[in-house]
């Protein structure tokens, strides 16, 4: 059974730094694709990172240069490092994996950038 369990969110100011850990079971993300998800108050959940079973990392855009997607794979852990923490990144974070044609997310940290 794949579960996935965020934890790492909270309260900063704008400028602030976060990291986020996402801890699974069931899968190894060391041979998954792993990715980062958020969803604001009133928005639709959108991508924001992504690390393959290579370690290969994209970003969407607008964290491009402040976050970074990485794993421990002893730990069975991802991480998203949030650098510059703007308000207009305020939402739950969602960690996900896709396998056998299933996705998995966990429950969600939030998080919460004060200006």
């Known amino acids: 059974q794949v579960q996935l369990v965020e934890s790492g969110g909270g309260l900063v100011q704008a400028g602030g730094s976060l990291r986020l850990s996402c801890a699974a079971s069931?899968?190894?993300?060391?041979?998954?694709?792993m990715g980062w998800y958020r969803q604001a108050p009133g928005k639709q959940r959108e991508w924001v990172a992504k690390?393959?079973?290579?370690?290969?990392?994209l970003y969407a855009d607008s964290v491009k240069g402040r976050f970074a997607i990485s794993r421990d794979n002893a730990k069975n852990t991802v991480y998203l490092q949030m650098n510059s923490l703007k308000p207009e990144d305020t939402a739950v974070y969602y960690c996900?994996?896709?396998?056998?044609?299933?996705?998995?997310w966990g429950r969600g940290t939030l998080v919460t950038v004060s200006s």
């Open positions: 069931g899968i190894m993300v060391s041979l998954n694709a």
């Open positions: 690390i393959t079973s290579v370690s290969s990392t």
């Open positions: 996900k994996v896709s396998r056998n044609g299933k996705e998995y």
